[in-house]
């Protein structure tokens, strides 16, 4: 072992000595977690804002859509004709409306009717209203789970391969302790080194 070496050595075993340095060390990661309860007891006391329901208003000259009108946090209501969806469209009772023609089934076209200017329909209305007309024409032909299956054909679960992170040695590990990465990562760092000079005198 070179000078160089030994004085690292000495150096760094006299600094992982001190008291400080060790408390310093150690509560990093417990005012972490001081921190993190804190945050989720006064979470927790505080109400959560009341979720805001989207209305949405449609029209059904089919005559078979009146079903499944609980879409999530979007509600449709039905109206008899285009003239008293219109006035609930003013009059601010719903944010929308859609036409089912007669000839739906057949085109596929769908009228929607909107106060906004929209290059394109959001794409949570566009769901909410396809996840309607599909359970509706579905309604009765198909068991309820097949219809679920169509409206939501994905259920993604991802599981990292966590094997060639903790081939990574301390870094992996450190990765893993999401929580206080940089505190919990030192303090296991600073310890295997200590450990691993101390086994080398």
Same mark, same amino acid.
Request: net charge negative; glycine share 6%.
């Given at each position: 072992? !070179?000078?160089?070496?030994?004085? *690292?050595?000495?150096?760094?075993? !006299?600094?992982?000595?001190?008291? @400080? &340095?060790?408390?310093? $060390?150690?509560?990093?990661?417990?005012? /972490?977690?001081?921190?993190?309860?804190?945050?989720?007891?006064?979470?927790?006391?505080?109400?959560? #804002?009341?979720?805001?329901?989207?209305?949405? =208003?449609?029209?059904? +000259?089919?005559?078979? &859509?009146?079903?499944?009108?609980?879409?999530?946090?979007?509600?449709?209501?039905?109206?008899? $004709?285009?003239?008293?969806?219109?006035? /609930?469209?003013?009059?601010? !009772?719903? #944010?929308?409306?859609?036409?089912?023609?007669? +000839?739906?089934?057949?085109? @596929?076209?769908?009228?929607?009717?909107?106060?906004?200017?929209?290059?394109?329909?959001?794409?949570?209305?566009?769901? /909410?209203?396809?996840?309607?007309?599909?359970?509706?024409?579905?309604?009765?032909?198909?068991?309820?789970?097949?219809?679920?299956?169509?409206?939501?054909?994905?259920?993604?679960? $991802?599981? =990292? +391969?966590?094997?060639?992170?903790?081939? /990574?040695?301390?870094?992996?590990?450190?990765?893993?302790?999401?929580? *206080?990465?940089?505190? $919990?990562?030192?303090?296991?760092?600073?310890?295997?080194? *200590?450990?691993?000079? @101390?086994?080398?005198?």
């Amino acid at each position: 072992m !070179n000078k160089t070496q030994l004085i *690292f050595r000495h150096e760094f075993l !006299n600094t992982v000595k001190r008291v @400080g &340095f060790i408390i310093m $060390t150690l509560i990093v990661p417990v005012l /972490a977690l001081l921190a993190i309860g804190i945050f989720q007891l006064v979470s927790a006391i505080i109400e959560p #804002s009341e979720v805001e329901t989207t209305t949405i =208003g449609y029209i059904d +000259d089919i005559g078979e &859509f009146d079903q499944y009108t609980t879409q999530g946090l979007i509600e449709l209501v039905c109206y008899n $004709t285009q003239d008293d969806a219109t006035k /609930a469209l003013i009059n601010g !009772n719903v #944010s929308e409306y859609f036409v089912i023609p007669r +000839d739906y089934t057949s085109t @596929g076209v769908i009228n929607h009717y909107t106060l906004e200017k929209q290059p394109e329909t959001p794409a949570p209305t566009v769901a /909410a209203i396809k996840r309607f007309l599909t359970s509706n024409i579905l309604a009765g032909k198909v068991p309820q789970a097949t219809i679920n299956v169509i409206d939501a054909p994905l259920n993604l679960q $991802t599981y =990292g +391969d966590w094997r060639r992170v903790y081939r /990574a040695g301390w870094m992996g590990e450190c990765y893993h302790s999401r929580t *206080f990465q940089l505190s $919990t990562c030192l303090l296991h760092y600073v310890l295997r080194q *200590f450990y691993a000079f @101390g086994a080398g005198e």
